[in-house]
């Protein structure tokens, strides 16, 4: 497993380069609503995988974020981390950015009985719902696999749907530039935002509303997911940073608050 340490100086640099440093500078909302940020919270950053998804750029700009929060971050390129029962033992949060690629079951048993057993877990895009295809236990964890986007990068919306959830709330629909994930979903996710496919690329979807950031509980563990990040880049549209932001602070806190009630299927309960 391979440490990296990265300076606050480094990170605004960073930040700065993508163009995200402003929306950064803002603050997060979450300290408005009087949430707590990381006191000391233990995070492991896992990164790697394929990299047209920018593993490397996304630990240089989410890492620091980290750092500035409180949190104690440790940080890994390699899988074998999740087969450190001391380590996993005593983390409250996983951030993973690894794209396909395979996990094996040492690997995957450590990781999945750490959220079951309360761990929280926070991802984006292909990082966390495209990961390790032919693990299906993974994919009822995170809540949902990529499995197409039409048209490549283009220009859509995402709408937020729950402006009451701390993760989304005081925010407003706004535009991306990038992939428009067209993805398999667990109907008992909380869905937050959506976005919905025209035909231009795939008429036979034409009108599917599709979610774009959700949470859910795997046992007893928070899992945050949002389809947007592609690239590095997608993280200067300033609501996409702070959706994650938000939705990582919200997995961090698993072990720490009651289990809510985040069950909103898409068809009623019995």
Request: proline content about 4%; aromatic content about 10%; hydrophobic content about 35%.
């Amino acid at each position: 497993m391979r440490l990296q340490k990265i300076t606050r100086r480094e990170f605004l640099t960073k930040a700065s380069a993508v163009g995200v440093g402003a929306s950064l500078a803002m603050g997060s909302l979450f300290e408005e609503l009087g949430a707590q940020t990381g006191s000391g919270k233990k995070v492991l950053f896992v990164w790697g995988g394929w990299e047209g998804h920018d593993p490397g750029p996304c630990r240089d700009l989410f890492v620091p974020w980290l750092r500035e929060e409180g949190f104690d971050v440790t940080v890994s390129d390699t899988l074998d981390a999740y087969t450190d029962k001391s380590l996993m033992d005593s983390l409250d949060l996983v951030v993973q950015v690894w794209t396909m690629g395979e996990i094996s079951r040492d690997q995957s048993d450590g990781l999945l009985s750490a959220v079951k057993n309360g761990m929280g877990i926070a991802g984006w895009h292909g990082g966390l719902g495209d990961s390790f295809r032919q693990n299906t236990e993974y994919q009822f964890m995170v809540g949902g696999q990529w499995v197409a986007h039409p048209g490549g990068v283009i220009d859509y919306e995402v709408n937020i749907t729950d402006h009451s959830d701390p993760v989304t709330r005081g925010l407003s629909d706004f535009q991306m530039h990038t992939e428009q994930y067209y993805m398999h979903v667990d109907p008992a996710n909380k869905v937050l935002a959506t976005t919905t496919f025209t035909a231009e690329h795939a008429p036979w979807i034409e009108g599917t509303v599709m979610p774009v950031v959700w949470k859910k509980v795997y046992g007893d563990g928070r899992v945050f997911y949002s389809s947007l990040g592609h690239q590095v880049t997608d993280f200067k549209v300033p609501e996409a940073l702070e959706i994650t932001r938000r939705g990582i602070l919200w997995a961090s806190r698993s072990k720490y608050e009651e289990t809510e009630d985040l069950v909103s299927p898409a068809y009623p309960r019995t």
